[in-house]
């Protein structure tokens, strides 16, 4: 039997998961551990049940569903992506890996082949950072790059721990999360690109070489606050004002970057006491930083730390600086990408080399095993936005060759 995806399904099961969203369509919004990212979890491991693929969860909830392949003592081999969803963002975001992962499984089984090995799809916890403010929240405990006592210290905006949200279902303690190098024999991961690039070049299949490095810090400004008519501008201590000062800083270290692929952004911004007659007293900025070239984002950050302490000094405000999380590139595996790149030409579908300068759990999974990610267009490259949209066709063919791809490589 042929080895392929039912589109259609896949098609409808991303509509339905689009719909368990926070906020109306065609925004959907899933934080982590929140009614719509369980009741989304429940959905999936009912697709999984209803395939006749057996299902676990791991202590922090990272769910792992597998088509089981001849031998149970070889390493398995993995895909998957995620299905939490920043604030209004879009239907396609880490779910097209998801659902065209569980879709490739259910293809290779309609196919009649059992392949030596198991294939394993693992649906991680929080790729998103929205509700701890760090990313690949499940994938960094798995590879050990984020410990259990780390993961206990994070609160949310409510000051709430890991420990008090993670559900029943997270049956375990968090140190049993860590999985030994070689559990997996590869992982591939499919994605939208969220970039422009596929799509302005006409292409199918993005074959990803490399992950950029990513960097977050949180930074805290203190300073004074008082009567918005009384105190006169030479005798202020404005927490807001150095903040604003430093957001413009990131982003001229970014653009003053010898590396091309160097981006900053100042996403979270709060300011008390909030009152529009009242000097900010306090200021908080969370910054996200990113490049390929892990020198040429270092040098970057490392300007924009001297900045901030001038800016500070001169404007008699107390700075704290806090690393949320400063994680170095991954390089994707050859090996995989010829077997992904020989399939992506017997399919016909055209494809290329490139980058992910977004980060992916890939970029964890990659300290595990071998590992790559196939990506494919999005409209306009837009992302992290409600009209994000990958078309049927670009999931069909997504879908398609993560099939070719996992057989090949479970009967490795
Ligand atoms: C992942 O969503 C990222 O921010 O790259
Ligand atoms: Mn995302
Ligand atoms: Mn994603």
């Known amino acids: 039997m042929p080895l392929t995806p039912d589109i259609a399904r896949l098609l409808d099961e991303l509509k339905q998961l689009a719909a368990i969203s926070a906020h109306p369509a065609p925004a959907v919004t899933r934080v982590l551990f929140s009614g719509e990212d369980l009741a989304a979890r429940k959905w999936l491991l009912a697709r999984a049940a209803e395939a006749g693929l057996e299902s676990r969860a791991d202590a922090v909830g990272n769910l792992f ?15 998957g992506s ?11 975001d880490g779910t097209v890996g998801v ?34 403010g760090i990313g690949c929240l499940g994938s960094r405990l798995m590879a050990g790059s984020l410990t259990a006592d780390e993961a206990c210290q994070l609160r949310d905006s409510d000051d709430r721990s890991l420990e008090q949200l993670r559900p ?13 190098e070689g559990t997996y024999s590869a992982f591939v991961e499919l994605h939208i690109e969220q970039g422009p690039e596929l799509e302005k070049a006409g292409l199918d299949i993005g074959l990803v070489e490399k992950i950029a490095a990513p960097a977050a810090f949180r930074l805290r400004f203190t300073g004074s606050g008082g009567h918005a008519g009384a105190v006169l501008m030479p005798h202020r201590r404005d927490a807001f004002l150095a903040a604003a000062e430093v ?16 981006v900053g952004t100042t996403g979270v911004i709060e300011v008390k006491p909030g009152a529009i007659n009242s000097i900010p007293c306090d200021a908080l900025l969370e910054i996200d930083f990113r490049d390929t070239d892990l020198d040429a984002r270092d040098a970057a950050l490392a300007s924009i730390r001297d900045q901030a ?26 090996g995989i990408l010829s077997v992904a790149e020989t399939h992506a030409t017997a399919l016909g579908f055209s494809h290329t080399r490139m980058i992910s300068r977004a ?33 049927p066709e670009a999931i069909e063919k997504g879908a398609t060759l993560l099939a070719h791809t996992l057989l090949d490589l479970a009967n490795a």
Not at 255 to 260: H, N, Q, T, V, Y
């Open 99 to 132: 659902l065209g992962g569980l879709e490739a499984l259910r293809a290779i089984a309609a196919s009649g082949e059992t392949p030596r090995r198991s294939i394993e799809l693992i649906m991680f916890t929080a790729e998103e950072p929205t509700r701890f």
């Open 247 to 262: 957001a413009l800083a990131v982003e001229q270290a970014a653009l003053d970057s010898s590396s091309p692929d160097t």
């Open 65 to 79: 569903i597998t088509l089981p392949g001849l031998d149970p003592e070889l390493p398995p081999v993995a895909t």
């Open 168 to 180: 029943e279902t997270c049956e375990g303690d968090l140190e049993s999360v860590q999985l030994r």
């Open 82 to 92: 995620h299905t939490d969803a920043i604030p209004n963002a879009g239907a396609y």
């Open 309 to 334: 302490e001038a800016i500070c000094t001169r404007r008699g405000i107390e700075l704290d600086w806090q690393w949320i999380n400063s994680d170095p590139p991954a390089t994707c595996d050859s």
């Open 359 to 391: 980060y992916h759990d890939s970029l964890f999974m990659a300290r595990l095993c071998p590992t790559a990610m196939l990506f494919i267009p999005c409209r306009e490259g837009w992302s992290h936005r409600p009209d994000e949209y990958a078309s």
